[in-house]
């Protein structure tokens, strides 16, 4: 019982550390691929340019909250340490939902669905890995 509850607490973790590493991915994403456009003069088509420093965004921001909170405690219960990035996720696609019924599809509006998916699949698969259940 006190692992199950240390992980759900542990999992709290999860909300700042995937801010930070979402706003950490997007700047490092767009530095990436004004550097391929400007700096080496790759031809590359404006949805990928678009919609690929969120998805570095969110791989970097799975990746990094899952690795911190491994290595903050050892012994996790794997469903428990979910419980929290799970909601926030949920929470954060119905944001990104209601912001396209309210401006519309397009591809800016849709690169935030795709952060948040790649955010929680990266997440899962580092902390599951990390997982000693």
Do not use: C, H
């Amino acid at each position: 019982m006190k692992v199950k509850l240390i992980s759900f607490l542990i999992s709290l973790i999860f909300i700042p550390v995937a801010i930070l590493g979402q706003f950490l991915g997007l700047y490092l994403g767009k530095l990436l691929y004004f550097i391929y456009e400007k700096v080496m003069f790759l031809n590359i088509p404006s949805f990928i340019s678009d919609i690929a420093p969120a998805v570095i965004s969110g791989a970097i921001a799975g990746y990094i909250s899952a690795l911190v909170i491994s290595k903050i405690y050892k012994n996790f219960n794997f469903v428990f340490v979910l419980i929290i990035p799970i909601i926030v996720i949920i929470i954060s696609l119905l944001g990104s939902f209601l912001n396209i019924s309210n401006t519309g599809l397009s591809i800016q509006t849709i690169a935030p669905f795709f952060r948040e998916l790649i955010t929680i699949g990266v997440f899962i698969f580092v902390i599951k890995e990390k997982s000693i259940d």
